[in-house]
């Protein structure tokens, strides 16, 4: 149980609550006056039976962020991110200074609109996101009560809609580029793949017979050649091969031997590409050479994909699974403004459904009715 202690020292008189924790942990606060640490000590008692007990905790904000994220299963290029998160807009904030138990709401919506003057919109949000799982964490850590992480207001942001390239478009990139490189923009083009996927495509997984391509490993940025996972359990999946693509790798591969460990686009050197080479490098001076839009990347030839099958009529749910999504959700709000005017497909579902039985179900209409104008 909880005691409160009279204490004198020099002539001042203090009361010290005294408590254990619910580790067993000797706890203990000095108040002025009697009456406070009384109501202290009977609070950490009903906080213990209620199960909301908050341990005392001088760690500040930026010092919980990074224990947080040391325990986070990342991948790499997340980790990466998190940390250059946590860094500029935590630790390097007034707000990463604070004890983590004293941050009141108000001083997170503070420090929301002043990162929403150096971020992107988008980028606010993660940071929101990034902070709000934090406090997740420490309230299950009991070490706030509850996270002031709550109701707050972000700039407003209305994502862009996404103007796919035409193939017009992507032959003329592909032109552009450097001879050996060429394929490149047509495999990523025609099979919807990541920057990531297409630097680690190999020929093992590449089934010409069957005209199918296994996505099973992706470079990240920085990794160096080294293969790992793809992006998330629902981006490793089969693709079908269409025969344009198929040309492309067949000549790519004569002209080009894949590397030893079966790399299909490598350097003169043999070497993997890196993301940068290829994507900001490569494909920016093509994009110039060509009259591209200014801003398109490669991941435009990823939209390309999706566009031309939501055009041609396949279901939202098929392109999710050809693009390696998780939710089929993020193609509709992604691409849904480029689906095709279905208005005249329902009618006609509609009608070849019920046929002649939409007849015998009318009303019977006195032929001496007048027509109604």
């Known amino acids: ?30 108040f002025a006056r009697k009456g406070d640490a009384d109501r202290h000590a009977a609070t950490v008692e009903a906080d213990k039976v209620r199960g909301t007990y908050i341990e005392p905790s001088k ?44 941050v009141r709401p108000s001083e997170v919506q503070a420090w929301a609109t002043d990162r929403s003057r150096v971020l992107a919109p ?25 996270s002031p992480v709550v109701r707050i207001q972000l700039p407003r ?18 032109q552009a580029m450097p001879e050996r490189y060429r394929a490149m923009v047509l495999t990523q ?17 590449v089934d010409f017979l069957r005209r199918t391509v296994r996505i099973e490993w992706q470079f990240t940025q920085g990794s160096k050649g080294e293969r790992s996972e793809p992006k998330t359990p629902r981006s490793r999946r089969s693709v079908p091969l269409p025969r344009t693509v198929a040309d492309a790798l067949a000549a790519h591969l004569a002209a080009y031997p894949a590397a030893n460990d079966g790399t299909i686009f490598t350097t003169g050197k043999g070497a993997p590409l890196g993301h940068v080479y290829y994507g900001h490098d490569l494909i920016g001076r093509a994009v110039t050479e060509a009259g591209l839009p200014k801003g398109t990347t490669s991941h435009d030839l990823r939209h390309h994909y999706a566009s031309v099958l939501l055009a041609a009529g396949e279901s939202v749910v098929a392109v999710a699974e050809r693009l390696g999504h998780e939710d089929a959700s993020l193609v509709l709000s992604t691409y849904g403004h480029l689906m095709p005017d279905s208005d005249d497909r329902t009618r006609s579902a509609i009608d070849a ?21």
């Open 122 to 146: 988008t980028t606010v949000r993660q940071a929101v996101g990034l902070l709000r799982s934090v406090y997740g964490a420490a309230v299950l850590d009991r070490l706030v009560a509850s």
């Open 353 to 373: 459904a019920w046929g002649t039985a939409g007849a015998l179900c009318a009303p019977d209409v006195p032929q001496d009715a007048q027509t109604v104008r």
């Open 157 to 174: 942001y209305e994502r862009e809609r996404v103007l796919p390239l035409s193939v017009d478009q992507v032959a003329a990139l592909a």
């Open 59 to 102: 760690i500040t904000v930026a010092e919980y962020a990074r224990s947080w994220a040391d325990t986070r299963p990342h991948r790499p290029t997340t980790a990466r991110r998190t940390e250059m998160m946590i860094r500029l807009h935590i630790e390097g904030t007034r707000l990463g200074g604070r004890k983590l138990a004293d």
């Open 189 to 205: 083009a025609g099979l919807g793949l990541r920057i990531g996927e297409l630097l680690a495509l190999r020929v093992q997984d």
């Open 1 to 30: 149980m909880a005691s409160v202690e009279k204490l004198v020292r020099n002539g001042r008189t203090t009361y010290q609550a005294r408590w254990r924790d619910d580790q067993g942990r000797q706890r203990k606060k000095s």
